[in-house]
């Protein structure tokens, strides 16, 4: 196997599959890149136990295959020396011994390869129907999604995203049974019944490859995978088995009260008041909104001190008498998911569940569920 | 004790005392900042064991003393806090019970502090004598010495940095037995005897406070201490009991051939040469210069692979057939150590040290054992 490419074109896939390239030594072949070499394309290929991604190179101009032929090489070294490398080409040589041979400029590299006859086949293989979706938008939605997944494997299930269908709809559901993420998306037409979990910290490695643009994904399904075609790039993700719960009924409907704030001046009032527990897992606010419709948010912390913070309101519907505590992290996270630069949050009752809107993210409801005061 | 200052002048000099803070719980009192108020300025102070910052803020446009007194406020709150905050101006009032209350726009702390009677007397006394040098010249100075002293407790004094004045000059020392930095500064005028050996990392903390720029700094001495007064700071770092060795006779004066590299092109050439083993402790690699003046450094690595990177040679003092193992880490040290953009390497032997030299780094030579080739 023989070819050239152009280093940077190289670098630029390599760092795309490399999200997927596992650190553990259970499997050592995984810890390699297999790079598949075909007369007219380059094929890499990354693979955890979680995700699989693949890189297509075929540009000519950039490209100059030789030889066919495959080879895995050991991910980590093989991205630190491309990486360091100034040449404009990179040559490769593979040979029986599985050895490879990398010549750029006055550098001359051997690096020893892994068995490519061990590296597990993977289907990267496309499904008759799938969405499509352009990549701002989808890297909005992961975004605004997988904080409010759960971290601990008690309920696997919450450890996802669910993403369900329905008619021309779907709904984008995660939820650590303390807070609830949910947006719903409306397309132009009907897609058949998807009822589907991805991991969160799957959707977040993918998101990472994603560069805001125009460019449009294709999103597969199988039972078990999730196939996001992105460029020249193809994700794979395995799916979380078992039903999703339904969040429907949690979502209040009828409020006692809604207030409106600056988001940014809302987000560091919060950030300044959450300063004296903010190592704390127990990061607990109360937030009182007056009858005179002035409004604050405090904490105390017994060992560091009081603060407290005046907040401006810019609307209230209903002014009340009214207090809840909650915490401040959720808090943050689910205001951060926000574009808007006005949040509107509504309150159902001082120990029931409040949501978050704003009227530039349409159809995106962040929930929160109150905290018993100590 | 009232005062009310300028927000970003605050927080300017809260950074600075800030590197003295302990985090260690032995002594609480010292995860404090002692705010010392008097009729014309204000006082910060932070200390550890082995350092100690002082501040002096009499700004009178930035700062309104309204009534006289001190505190020590719980430091990295305090910053945290200030750093939080968006308002011009922030009011500190303290009270008998040792709180602290802080206001700033809406925002309203009160913060417990620590006993002041707690906090030890620290004495920032001037000496008579004193050596006068530029910031950015220090900075330097500090940059290119510390890199090579000890991380070994084992001969502790080799983990200090010596200066020591004979007449007019002044040589800056650090070694950790495997190579060795010496940087001779020539003044203007000579300077009663020193001979001290301050601590690598404390050397460090203050240059991490040191901007570039034409600033004069004052380093004090006494028996334990040395002091660097730096703009309206005070850098109090203890010193390293003992007697630092004799290392003039170790450098060597003669030569079996130099030669001279771009020192950014060797950086690279080096840098990649090393990527295989860049995580073990034995990072050797090989330099060879043949008697046709071609150059050429190589590594090999049992599990991973071998590398071979050739060199652009600029000059060469002897062409010999001439061959020398050495660390790459300390290699690649030294050399970011010089400002010159060519280095020269001067050998003396395959099994003896070698040295550097850069025609823009006066003075300054950097020296390198070589390792028994396995």
Redesign the interface.
Known sequence: MKFSINRDLLLQNLFAVSKALSTKVQMPVLTGIKIEVTKNNIVMTASNNEISIQAKIEDRKLLRIEEEGAFVA?GK?LI??VK???SKDIDFISYEDN?IKILAD???????GLDKDNYPIISFDESKTFITIDAANLKQIIRKSTFAASVSEARVILTGVSFQTSGAEMKVVSTDSYRLSRKVLVFDHEYPEIKIVIPAKCLDEFNKIVEEGEDVIEIHFSKTKALFKYKDLKYLTRLIDGTFPNTDALIPTQFLTSVKFNKNELI??V???S??N?NEASNIIKFTLNADKTCEITSTTN??????????LLECSDPIQFQITFSSAYFLEALRAFNSSEVEIHFTGEIKPFIITGDYDVNLIELILPVRAA
């Open positions: 050991p070294y630190e020396l360091k490398t100034e050895s006055r550098s001359d590299f051997t690096l020893k560091s009032s950030e300044r008041v300063i004296f903010s060992e560091i001190g009081d603060a407290k913070e005046e907040l401006n």
